[in-house]
């Protein structure tokens, strides 16, 4: 992508509107704006740092009413030269004023073009940049909220310092290289297991943060079915701390839960419903109907089976862990299902719970985990929590290298590791196709 390039696009959405905006960024911002602008008050002054000037925009077959905002750099959003024309919101008038910018010699912006060059210029890192998506995509107040506190830097801010002391610490590893344990320039291991300790902490706050952050629709939806009266309302209870209704009677569970699951370093949304019934009618065969489009949207089926009884039912499909329930019943006895991995849990007294959160969390992370064609939302959280994951995986090598005594240009070595993941994440060392794939979910104009 050429910085000499003059981009322009219209930066408001699709639709009639009171106003509309066409946006510029580049080198010759000031001579577009002087080409078109008519009659301006006060008049245009592209030495200004910013200017709000009112006047008439000629589109090279008429004229009409603009309020010019110009920011010149590096104080802009790109650090280039940015002009906004805000003209009526009429879809035709916008398209002509847009038409006439690249008559005159701007290119057409390509999506996410103004916030790529924003990154590229350093007015923003890749995770604020990707707040600015999720905001433009959030769908209610929860996705709102996730991505402004993303755009607001609180990830950046986080792995930011963490940075720091990673460097520090590598630092010094590296400089204890050259002396001997009896010279000053020596760092007795002990200070540099005080620094690890504080950079494992910092790293664990920010993994923490971002799994708290994100919105319910950015979790991997994780799904409870069987039959009737399996228990899976009263798993549901103990992995959410939801308060559903739970009875001895099968078919209590009409409509379907949500609750979140916090799990080892992520959370996923935990999903229940009507127990399956073959021949239900009625309501009852509403409501699966219902739980059915839930279940075709999950990224994990868990297959809850009541251990007491005296038969495994019908499979359902698809299926991607067996969880025997209430093992802690006198009668109860887990069996095994083909092909299918199994846990075996009581929801009542939390046997086997931890394993169950231990074998769902692998799962995600494997092939039937969220793929690439999940919402934005989605996949910016999976590509945060990976990054981060990955650097308190090189951290605790580092961690255990300096207990072990294990030789400082080795620590070294997995304190570079960690960085790498840390700079993935802000976007120092991310490849340019990752890039490509990210700014490509943008709209025109952002």
């Keep these: 992508m050429s910085a000499e390039r003059t981009i322009a696009a219209i930066a408001t959405p699709p639709g009639a509107g009171r106003r509309g905006i066409v946006r510029v960024s580049g080198a010759r911002a000031a001579e577009l704006v002087q080409a078109v602008l008519r009659a301006e008050e006060p008049r245009f002054e592209p030495t200004h740092a910013r ?9 090279g077959r008429g004229e009409q009413p603009v309020t010019l905002l110009w920011m010149r750099a590096p104080r802009s959003f790109t650090r280039e030269d940015v002009a ?11 398209a002509r004023a847009l038409a006439r910018l690249l008559e005159l010699g701007a290119v057409a912006a390509r999506a996410g073009e103004f916030t790529r060059r924003a990154f590229l210029n350093g007015r923003l890192d890749l995770s604020r940049a990707e707040g600015v998506l999720a905001l433009t995509e959030a769908a209610n107040e929860d996705e709102r909220a996730a991505a402004a506190l993303l755009l607001d830097g609180g990830l950046a801010e986080r792995t930011g310092s963490l940075r720091e002391r990673l460097l520090e610490l590598g630092a010094l590893c590296e400089a204890s290289l050259d002396f001997d344990e009896s010279e000053t320039g020596h760092v007795p291991r002990e200070e540099l297991g005080e620094l690890w300790r504080a950079a494992d902490a910092a790293l664990a706050s920010a993994l923490e943060w971002e799994v708290r952050r994100a919105a319910p629709s950015a979790l991997a939806r994780v799904l409870l079915v069987g039959a009737p009266n399996a228990g899976k309302s009263s798993l549901w209870n103990a992995l959410t701390g939801g308060r559903a209704l739970v009875s001895a009677s099968a078919g209590t569970t009409r409509d379907a839960l949500e609750g979140r699951w916090a799990l080892t370093g992520r959370s996923c949304l935990l999903l229940d419903g009507p127990g399956i019934e073959r021949g239900a009618s009625g309501p009852a065969a509403k409501a699966q109907e219902l739980f059915a489009r839930a279940r075709s949207q999950a990224e994990l089926v868990l297959w809850v089976v009541d251990a007491s009884a005296p038969a495994l039912a019908s499979r359902p499909e698809p299926a991607h862990l067996l969880v025997w329930n ?9 069996g095994a299902a083909p092909g299918l991995p199994a846990v075996s ?39 945060h929590r990976a990054a981060l994951a990955r650097a308190r995986a090189a951290l605790a090598e580092a961690g255990e290298g300096l207990a072990s005594g294990m030789p400082l240009d080795l620590v070294a070595e997995a304190l570079r590791a960690a960085l790498a993941a840390l700079d993935d994440l802000a976007g120092r060392s991310t490849p340019e196709d990752v890039l490509d794939r990210i700014f490509a979910r943008f709209c025109l104009g952002k």
């Design 326 to 334: 209430k093992t802690d019943l006198a009668r109860a006895a887990a």
């Design 345 to 383: 849990v009581s929801a009542r007294t939390g046997a086997g719970l931890a394993d169950l959160a231990h074998a769902v969390e692998e799962l995600l992370a494997g092939p039937a985990g969220p793929t690439a064609e999940a919402g934005s939302a989605r996949m910016l959280h999976e590509r």
């Design 51 to 59: 200017q709000l000037a009112r006047g008439r925009f000629h589109d």
């Design 84 to 94: 906004e024309f805000h003209l009526c919101g009429a879809e035709p008038l916008l």
